[in-house]
């Protein structure tokens, strides 16, 4: 009969430890998810503020360029007609291989967007396993 008791009494010890460990994991599950909805409006706000930004520096950029060059065939258009465009075309071609080859490097180079969360679930995994 004693035998019996103490099973009983063992059943009762680990539900509610159960029910406190499966607490602890919807709790930490509840703050990641938070986190990366945090994170993840975080980075919509950013690149929207990024493509703005962007989109308007490469208007007035190209407004420049097209000022620029309007003013360098100009003052070469008596002399070196042919030269003058022949060289605006090059530097363009460099300045577009150039951005073309930073742009890449820069798409494959990017770092985690998630880089809060994703540490918070290693520091969750340490701290849970022996």
Partial sequence: MMGIDES?????????TAR?????????LHSHVELFGIELQ??????VSLLLFAGLALVF???????????????????????GIIG????????AL??????KAAIY???SPFHATLEE???????LLP
């Fill in 88 to 95: 605006l075309c090059l530097f363009y071609l460099l300045a």
């Fill in 8 to 16: 009983g009494s063992s059943e009762a010890g680990t539900q509610p």
């Fill in 42 to 47: 975080e980075q919509k706000a950013r690149t």
């Fill in 61 to 83: 950029a190209l407004l420049l360029l097209v000022g620029l060059s309007a003013l360098v065939l100009i003052l070469v258009w008596d002399t070196y007609r042919l030269a």
């Fill in 20 to 28: 406190r460990l499966g607490a602890a994991f919807l709790g930490l």
């Fill in 98 to 103: 150039f951005c073309g080859l930073r742009l």
């Fill in 109 to 111: 180079d990017e770092s």
């Fill in 121 to 127: 679930l290693a520091n969750d995994r340490e701290r």
